[in-house]
């Protein structure tokens, strides 16, 4: 509803911030800036997080949740730039989130590989999508690729692979990705819960909100009409910033870092189940991959990944992934 959140999540999401990256960053000084649309939470909000700036604004009227998200982005960055311009302060680094994530494994800032932007590392499960077209031995080493990782799982395991464009189209139901362009399909999906950049690089970040026709645009041209921030994030990398080659992985959601509402139904260890000839059974990769980035954001292509309440993952670690 309108004016929605818990006051549970907020103070989950908080503590586990602070734990596993403020806490985590001795070294480094950080400086909240907040944006939300949840006055009533505002007071609790300002106490946990205790911001340099901050701004609770009720809902805006038949606004879609991309816009409303890009909104309150591009204002959280303004107000930076507004400090920065008012204290003769600069900052290094920009970490853009989520108010909602929590953090099983610390983000260690220095041991960031160098990049030009940083975004979450995500696999998928193998998916033939809308051009996997496969040979009838490449579908018989997928299928006992899937039952290996099930089995060796107890019951749910997650064969990885690079995350196609069709298959989050499809998501929003129906056949969305009928339409949609072959160069599209490991180009137009990113994880969007957070994104670390150079305050600069950040700041580019607004365009989304400021020309989001011409990102729809965009999109439309090769068949992209789901209206999600996944697609906008990628599209900006690729024609706005022009930095796919430049992009890198901080911690890899799902197993690393999670929203709260998926802890219980989407949280996954990594395993050391081996899936004979893998590179067999994965789908082939059909069409550009602008940059290599998705393939750099999913390094463990061909790795398994097993379902949290796997006994596999009890037997790992009691707090989290190895």
Same mark, same amino acid.
């Given at each position: 509803?309108?004016?929605?959140?818990?006051?549970?999540?907020?103070?989950?999401?908080?503590?586990?911030?602070?734990?596993?990256?403020?806490?985590?960053?001795?070294?480094?000084?950080?400086?909240?800036?907040?944006?939300?649309?949840?006055?009533?939470?505002?007071?609790?909000?300002?106490?946990?997080? !205790?911001?340099?700036?901050?701004?609770?604004?009720?809902?805006? =009227? *038949?606004?879609?949740?991309?816009? $409303?998200?890009?909104?309150?982005?591009?204002?959280?960055?303004?107000?930076?730039?507004?400090?920065?311009?008012?204290?003769?302060?600069?900052?290094?680094?920009?970490?853009?989130?989520?108010? =909602?994530?929590?953090?099983?494994?610390?983000?260690?800032?220095?041991?960031?590989?160098?990049?030009?932007?940083?975004?979450?590392?995500?696999?998928?499960?193998?998916?033939?999508?809308?051009?996997?077209?496969?040979?009838?031995?490449?579908?018989?080493? @997928?299928?006992?690729?899937?039952?290996?990782?099930?089995?060796?799982?107890?019951? /749910?395991?997650?064969? *990885?692979?690079?995350?196609?464009? $069709? !298959?989050?189209? !499809?998501?929003?139901?129906?056949?969305?990705?009928?339409?949609?362009? /072959?160069?599209?399909?490991?180009?137009?999906?990113?994880? =969007?819960?957070?994104?670390?950049?150079?305050?600069?690089?950040?700041?580019?970040?607004?365009?989304?909100?400021?020309?989001?026709?011409?990102?729809?645009?965009?999109?439309?041209?090769?068949?992209?009409?789901?209206?999600?921030?996944?697609?906008?994030?990628?599209?900006?990398?690729?024609?706005? @910033?022009?930095?796919?080659?430049?992009? /890198?992985?901080?911690?890899?959601?799902?197993?690393?870092?999670?929203?709260?509402?998926?802890?219980?139904?989407?949280?996954?260890?990594?395993?050391?189940?081996?899936?004979?000839?893998?590179?067999?059974?994965?789908?082939?990769?059909?069409?550009?991959?602008?940059?290599?980035?998705?393939?750099?954001?999913?390094?463990?292509?061909?790795?398994?990944?097993?379902?949290?309440?796997?006994?596999?993952?009890?037997?790992?670690?009691?707090?989290?992934? $190895?």
């Amino acid at each position: 509803g309108r004016d929605g959140g818990d006051e549970r999540v907020v103070r989950l999401a908080c503590e586990s911030l602070q734990r596993n990256v403020i806490g985590a960053n001795p070294s480094a000084l950080f400086h909240l800036f907040i944006h939300s649309w949840n006055p009533s939470l505002g007071a609790l909000i300002d106490k946990l997080y !205790r911001p340099r700036w901050s701004r609770h604004e009720p809902e805006l =009227d *038949n606004v879609d949740k991309v816009v $409303s998200a890009s909104i309150s982005l591009a204002t959280v960055l303004a107000a930076r730039r507004a400090h920065e311009a008012a204290t003769n302060e600069s900052y290094d680094l920009v970490l853009a989130l989520r108010p =909602d994530l929590v953090w099983y494994r610390q983000l260690l800032l220095p041991a960031l590989p160098r990049a030009q932007l940083w975004l979450p590392a995500q696999c998928c499960a193998a998916d033939v999508g809308k051009f996997g077209e496969i040979a009838d031995s490449t579908d018989a080493a @997928l299928k006992r690729a899937l039952y290996l990782a099930s089995r060796d799982c107890f019951g /749910r395991g997650l064969l *990885n692979a690079v995350c196609t464009t $069709s !298959r989050f189209l !499809r998501m929003g139901g129906g056949e969305l990705d009928m339409h949609m362009e /072959r160069e599209a399909e490991f180009n137009y999906y990113v994880n =969007d819960w957070m994104f670390l950049a150079p305050p600069a690089t950040a700041d580019t970040f607004t365009l989304i909100a400021q020309h989001h026709e011409r990102y729809l645009a965009a999109l439309a041209e090769v068949g992209v009409h789901q209206v999600w921030m996944h697609f906008m994030w990628a599209a900006h990398v690729h024609h706005a @910033l022009r930095v796919s080659a430049g992009v /890198r992985p901080a911690l890899e959601a799902g197993t690393e870092f999670n929203l709260v509402r998926l802890i219980t139904s989407a949280r996954y260890c990594r395993s050391s189940i081996v899936v004979p000839n893998v590179s067999d059974a994965l789908p082939p990769v059909r069409g550009p991959m602008w940059g290599g980035m998705a393939k750099v954001l999913c390094s463990r292509a061909g790795a398994v990944s097993c379902a949290w309440e796997s006994p596999r993952c009890s037997s790992i670690a009691i707090e989290g992934p $190895s």
